[in-house]
């Protein structure tokens, strides 16, 4: 028998790393995957689906990033908000009580037919679905711009947020319009300086420029602090009333980012089965090891 290496405190030190490392991708595949999928398909950010269940927003992006999970507790009203069930966000078969009346008619009928009659109802059944994914694909394939959505965010208020050089984040799709584009990132607001044109949360289109015209609303950063305001000659500006208009020189390192296009409205997110063929084509479009 070969022999057994010692027990130290780095061995358990890397069983202990394994298993927390095992655990972060359990909880990412099975609920943090899941429930980015439903919140973007549903149209919901991270600060409304977290007001929804009365937790903090660093909860949800917790959830989502694997870092942790819901409570048992949570479950049913985070179902019923993005619009599941809790068996198919467990990962257990669905019920018949999830199917629809038309549903368990069609499966009461389909009883009665004859083995060939079932047979032909199942490849007209393939031949359809084969058919609507195809449709589907190729809507995808040219109705939807891949987009990074910065990882830092913008602040919409007196105090900035990091906003470095650094673009950690993530790919997001968008429906195809003019701004999508044009746009070379997304970027999420924070605050409510900005409002009614903005909100606290909304998804920014960004085209990255150095200039900008006075009247126009940009992306800012003065020593490495993230601005969202209007350009004017004399500063930059909130549009709700109770901020003051920032004021930078040349030793704050002050520097426009981008000009803003617009906001991604909830709709221009895939739903869950476009995102899916979304990813379809994505991972095709990877070339093979």
């Not at 990412?28 to 600060?47: F, M, S, T, V």
């Not at 903005?198 to 800012?220: K, N, R, Y």
Request: aromatic letters at 6%; a negative charge.
């Amino acid at each position: 028998m070969a022999p057994t290496a010692p027990l130290s405190q780095g061995n358990i030190t890397d069983l202990t790393e394994l298993k927390a490392k095992t655990q972060f991708a359990a909880n990412k595949a099975q609920y943090g995957d899941k429930i980015r999928e439903r919140r973007i398909a549903c149209g919901i950010n991270q600060p409304q689906l977290a007001h929804v269940l009365g937790v903090s927003k660093n909860t949800i992006c917790n959830w989502e990033a694997g870092r942790s999970r819901p409570d048992l507790n949570q479950l049913v009203l985070l179902c019923e908000t993005l619009k599941t069930t809790v068996p198919w966000f467990l990962g257990a078969p669905d019920r018949l009580s999830d199917l629809t009346k038309e549903e368990l008619r069609h499966l009461k009928n389909y009883r009665f037919l004859s083995v060939p009659n079932k047979q032909a109802v199942d490849r007209l059944i393939d031949a359809m679905l084969d058919i609507e994914d195809k449709e589907l694909h190729a809507r995808c394939k040219n109705g939807f711009q891949r987009i990074h959505r910065n990882g830092n965010k913008t602040a919409a208020g007196v105090i900035g947020n990091n906003l470095s050089d650094y673009q950690a984040g993530e790919y997001l799709y968008v429906r195809t319009s003019r701004a999508a584009c044009m746009a070379d990132e997304i970027i999420t607001v924070t605050g409510d300086s900005m409002e009614p044109t903005f909100h606290d949360g909304d998804d920014l289109l960004v085209e990255h420029t150095e200039e900008l015209s006075p009247g126009a609303i940009g992306i800012f950063v003065a020593d490495g602090e993230g601005y969202v305001k209007e350009y004017q000659p004399d500063g930059l500006h909130s549009h709700n009333p109770r901020y003051p208009v920032l004021k930078f020189s040349e030793d704050d390192h002050f520097r426009c980012v981008g000009r803003v296009l617009g906001v991604v409205a909830p709709d221009q997110y895939p739903t869950g089965i476009e995102l899916e063929a979304l990813e379809d084509i994505q991972r095709e479009k990877r070339p093979k090891e």
